[in-house]
Structures are given as structure tokens and as C-alpha cells.
């Protein structure tokens, strides 16, 4: 297989450890970035694979990008919200969980901006995938690989 990108969401840790497990069991298909977070780093594009890592760094599954928008986030849909399959009801909600983690000393460390807070006209990345390998699929998802972060 070809070297992918890994695709790491969140931080290490229980989060992440939460997302991996929501991608792999499909509830997991969308995903949320701001876009000064790609200041030094492409942006996602569709046909895109990449292998996604746990907390441990192992590579546990490929997810092919199938969408990407960049909208305001107060334009973030409910369908987005939802497919982010991390047990959301609406949009409020999805947006509150979003802003405690993009308003977090470790994602203003990631920024450069102690300060950094978000507002209705934040720019989000928004992007759609679905899972193409896991573990016990046919495709080893053991690639090489280098980093590539979404959230």
C-alpha cells in the first residue's frame, strides 16, 4: 500500500480514544476542524485517504475523504452535527462540545494564541469520510504513513 497520512483526531487520550471507536463502528462520519488549524498544512481533499491512529499511534483503519466544505460555524448543519456520531441532539450542542475543545489550552498551545476563542464567523473545515479498511478487512491499513490532523 501506498504511504498515507495519518489522520489523528483530537488529542491522545480518552477523546480520542472515543472518536477512533466511532469511526470504526461507523457512527463516526464527519468530522470538524477550524481552518486557522491548517495555517501549515494542506486542507483535506476529496478521493483522500488516510490511516487513522488510536491513542498509541497504531494505525487502526483508512477513512476516504468524501467531502469538504469551509463554512461560518453558525452555518454548521444538523446533519453534520449528527454524523459527527458522538451522541449529539442538535446543533447548540455540537457547537458548545466544539468550542470547549477549540477554546482548550491545548488546542490555543496547537494556535500560538493563548486567547484564541471562537465566534459565529469562525471558519470550520468540514469533512466527510467514510471507512474504507479496518482491522480483519482485506486492506492492511499498516501503511507508512505521515502526519495529517483533523479534529
Keep these: 500500500m501506498s504511504e498515507l497520512p495519518l489522520v489523528e483526531f483530537a488529542f491522545p487520550g480518552p477523546l480520542r480514544d472515543a472518536l477512533v471507536s466511532a469511526v470504526l463502528s461507523g457512527e463516526k462520519t464527519t468530522t470538524a476542524s477550524l481552518l486557522a488549524q491548517y495555517a501549515d ?9 488516510g490511516a487513522v491512529v488510536d491513542s498509541a499511534e497504531a494505525v487502526v483503519g483508512v477513512i476516504e475523504t468524501i467531502a469538504v466544505d469551509i463554512v461560518a460555524l453558525k452555518n454548521v448543519s444538523l446533519h453534520h452535527a ?7 441532539i442538535d446543533v447548540a450542542q455540537w457547537r458548545a462540545g466544539h468550542e470547549k475543545f477549540w477554546q482548550s489550552a491545548a488546542v490555543r498551545e496547537e494556535l500560538g494564541d493563548p486567547h484564541f476563542t471562537v ?5 470550520v473545515v468540514l469533512e466527510r469520510f467514510e471507512l474504507v479498511a479496518a482491522p480483519g478487512t482485506a486492506c492492511d491499513p499498516g501503511a507508512d504513513a505521515k502526519k495529517y490532523s483533523p479534529n
Design 119 to 123: 465566534n459565529d464567523d469562525t471558519q
Design 41 to 49: 498544512e494542506d486542507l483535506p481533499r476529496v478521493g483522500e485517504r
Design 82 to 88: 449528527l454524523d459527527e456520531g458522538e451522541g449529539y
